[in-house]
């Protein structure tokens, strides 16, 4: 059973479109990071939060703790934006901080 | 800005060989974990560190793995006796605080033969 659940896995858009992207998790968790994924593998995180809302440049994130639930967003995507974005939590049982990570959605940009 | 550092950047070994995974945190940083994603796979936690011990470790890291922090700087994850299913990324990650963000290196690229 995965315990973060993203959706789409897949996701393709044209540039400038808004884009929305999923995760559903079903532990408790102290807080939840957004990650980017470049092809050549490298990870940067993007966020973390563990209530309200997020925004930096072009990017959102909002989280509802209630319903175990975040979505981050991409305003007037734009080509370098194609990247894998991972939702990954801090379980609430965990000790020391380690990260349980969702399968990731691939995100491509077209000009 | 800092940053995490790793090396090499792909390391290819023969099944049965140990090998050593080197990265170097920020240094002000006190918790350091290892995390690996076998490619086409969800990135997995290994191991987090803290105060010169392991604070917490998966399943998937078993007695032929092991964390050392040999000096100040450097954090090293040594494989004893690799196998065709350990190769795979293997990113180190460190952060300030236990429940903080953390900051991936660029990964360590592992293929067994």
């Known amino acids: 059973k995965n315990e973060v659940e993203q959706s789409p896995q897949n996701l393709t858009a044209q540039e400038g479109e808004f884009i929305t992207i999923n995760c559903s998790y079903s532990v408790g968790i102290s807080a939840l990071h957004w990650l980017q994924q470049h092809p050549g593998g490298g990870i940067v995180s993007l966020f973390m939060l563990s209530s309200g809302k997020k925004k930096h440049g072009r990017l959102i994130a909002t989280i509802n703790i209630q319903e175990k639930h975040s979505s981050l967003h991409i305003t007037a995507s734009h080509p370098r934006d194609s990247a894998v974005y991972i939702c990954a939590v801090h379980p609430a049982r965990g000790s020391q901080g380690n990260l349980i990570f969702g399968k990731g959605t691939k995100l491509s940009v077209k000009p | 800005e800092p940053e995490v550092t790793q090396t090499p950047s792909h390391q290819v070994t023969q099944m049965g060989q140990e090998v050593i995974l080197r990265c170097v945190p920020i240094s002000n940083h006190l918790y350091f974990y290892w995390y690996r994603q076998i490619l086409g796979q969800k990135v997995e936690f290994l191991v987090s560190?803290?105060?010169?011990?392991?604070?917490?470790k998966s399943e998937i890291f078993d007695d032929q793995f092991s964390v050392e922090r040999p000096d100040g700087s450097n954090f090293t994850l040594k494989i004893r006796s690799t196998k065709l299913e350990d190769s795979a990324m293997y990113f180190c990650a460190s952060s300030d605080r236990g429940w903080n963000e953390q900051f991936f290196g660029p990964g360590t690229r592992l293929t067994v033969l």
């Open positions: 560190f803290y105060n010169n011990e392991i604070s917490e």
